[in-house]
């Protein structure tokens, strides 16, 4: 089994940034695709980015526009995501989750381990 815990959230200005990090522990993950998903109040749970096993692929939602950024270090089980320009339709309870590349990067159905995800909110 692959426990995740997220870390990094909070409130933030609208235009600032913030880096969330998930930190694996119990068994390494380096044999995992990672994903980063969010979940706002009243809304279903989306596709943020994701980043495959060797780090050498990364996947993001469109809607972004490029001011997100998923990296991994594999030596310390942990995934990254650096977030800029943020604004308030950001707001959301962030989740990583571990996908053991047998599914689509994309698809929140094809991940089999996930965090508990940690808050983050834009001020305005």
């Known amino acids: 089994q692959v426990q995740l815990v997220e870390s990094g959230g909070g409130l933030v200005q609208a235009g600032g940034s913030l880096r969330l990090s998930c930190a694996a522990s119990g068994r390494t993950f380096g044999n995992y695709n990672m994903g980063w998903f969010r979940q706002a109040p009243g809304k279903e749970r989306e596709f943020v980015a994701a980043i495959s096993w060797t780090g050498s692929r990364t996947y993001y939602a469109d809607s972004l526009k490029g001011r997100f950024t998923m990296s991994r270090d594999n030596a310390k089980n942990t995934v990254y995501l650096l977030m800029n320009s943020l604004n308030a339709e950001d707001t959301a309870v962030y989740y990583c989750?571990?996908?053991?590349?047998?599914?689509?990067?994309?698809?929140?159905?094809?991940?089999?381990?996930w965090g508990q995800g940690t808050q983050v909110t834009v001020s305005s």
């Open positions: 989750a571990a996908e053991p590349r047998v599914g689509v990067l994309t698809r929140i159905s094809d991940y089999d381990h």
